[in-house]
């Protein structure tokens, strides 16, 4: 045997001319074993239609939706900081201390809660890429 026979070591990429001999699992060579297509799987970000479709759960619609959370949690959090500011002002009228105290913690309150807002989903999106990068480790792991 040669030694870029594929048949010299049997389950393991082979190499011809620097380059690796399309086969299963490749991205140029078909579909992996177990019948999954690798030109399919992870193929760019999908759409929420589709991933509200893929009864298999084999994509994360979350990382999809991460920034739509975002922008209404901005908004909602908007909303609150705003009514706690003209909460504030409508207590000036019996205490202007309390008053004052209301609107400085409606607006250090909203940029916190954003803050943290962010921090959530920030860690809610990692955890999914945790999962995307984890799944591509154990797809390479099976075509060796």
């Known amino acids: 045997m040669s030694s870029t026979d ?7 990429p082979q190499f011809q ?3 690796p ?4 699992g490749s991205i140029t060579g078909g579909p992996m074993p177990g019948g999954a297509d690798p030109r399919l799987a992870g193929g760019g970000p999908p759409s929420p239609k589709a991933g509200m479709l893929d009864l ?4 994360f619609l979350s990382l999809t939706l991460i920034s739509v959370w975002w922008v209404v949690a901005l908004i909602a959090i908007g909303i ?3 009514v ?3 909460a504030g002002f409508v207590q000036m009228g019996d205490s202007v201390g309390i008053g004052i105290l209301w609107v400085l913690g409606s607006i250090v309150g909203g940029v916190v809660l954003a803050v943290l ?3 959530f989903l920030e860690s809610v999106a990692v955890l999914f890429r945790i999962a995307d990068n984890t ?8 075509r060796l």
């Open 21 to 24: 001999i399309a086969g299963p």
């Open 117 to 119: 807002t962010r921090l």
């Open 84 to 86: 706690g500011v003209i």
């Open 17 to 19: 001319n620097g380059g």
């Open 56 to 59: 298999r759960f084999t994509r």
């Open 135 to 142: 799944l591509d480790i154990a797809r390479r792991s099976a």
């Open 80 to 82: 609150g900081a705003v």
């Open 6 to 12: 594929p048949q010299q070591f049997p389950g393991q």
